[in-house]
Structure formats: structure tokens, C-alpha cells
């Protein structure tokens, strides 16, 4: 069952922007959460990440473009994406992870099922 929940693709133009969104099944907490994407034909990318003290990183593609925040719950993770690029084009997903329900002090790490996010030119 899926445990990690993107939301927030979509289409836009060169120079615009989108939010994409992940949330934990159950509103758990995710543990420093991160986000990929993957480009057709390409390997997966990692993008940002921010640890559980608030730092974040970010790869050098989307640096000064993409935002990674969190709620203060640490259940949601969001990507905003400004002045977004046709390569920019892949598919988002969503990494972290989260205790294991009826499991205290165990977590394990998951995936979600990605969202499309295509940039035109």
C-alpha cells in the first residue's frame, strides 16, 4: 500500500511555476524527506532534501529555483518551483522515512508513486 503521497503536478509554460506536495499515509511523520525525479529514458535524480533541523540542500540544477519546505507537523514535505525549464520535465516523487505504524521506534523507508510534471517550452 502506498505510504508516501505526491500531489500537485501538472503542465506549464517555460518561466512558470508549480508546487508539488507529499504527505505521509496516517499523517506521519516523515523523516528527513527528500524529493527525486525522473526524466524519460534518464536515471532518477535527487534534487532537495531537508534534514530534521531545517537544513536543506539542493542539487545545482534547481538551486535559487526550487524551495523544499515542510509543515510543522513534518507530515507534508512541499517542492515549490519557480522559473521552471523544459528540462525540468520528469517525473517528482517523493522519498523519506516513516515510523512503522503499531511499531514504536521503528521506521522504514519509502517511495511514492510520483507525479508527472511536464514543462513546455
Known amino acids: 500500500q502506498v505510504q508516501l503521497m505526491e500531489s500537485g503536478g501538472g503542465s506549464v509554460q517555460a518561466g512558470g511555476s508549480l508546487r508539488v506536495s507529499c504527505q505521509a499515509r496516517?499523517?506521519?511523520?516523515?523523516?528527513?524527506p527528500a524529493w527525486y525525479r525522473q526524466a524519460p529514458g534518464k536515471v532518477r535524480e535527487w534534487i532537495a532534501d531537508i534534514t530534521e533541523n531545517g537544513h536543506t540542500n539542493y542539487a545545482d540544477s534547481v538551486r535559487g529555483r526550487f524551495t523544499i519546505s515542510r509543515d510543522s507537523a513534518k507530515n507534508t514535505v512541499n517542492l515549490q518551483m519557480n522559473n521552471m525549464k523544459p528540462e525540468d520535465t520528469a517525473v517528482y516523487y517523493c522519498?523519506?522515512?516513516?515510523?512503522?505504524?503499531?511499531?514504536?521506534?521503528?521506521?522504514?523507508?519509502?517511495w511514492g508513486q510520483g507525479t508527472q510534471v511536464t514543462v513546455s517550452s
Open positions: 496516517g499523517s506521519r511523520h516523515i523523516i528527513d
Open positions: 522519498n523519506g522515512r516513516l515510523p512503522v505504524m503499531g511499531y514504536l521506534g521503528r521506521e522504514e523507508e519509502y
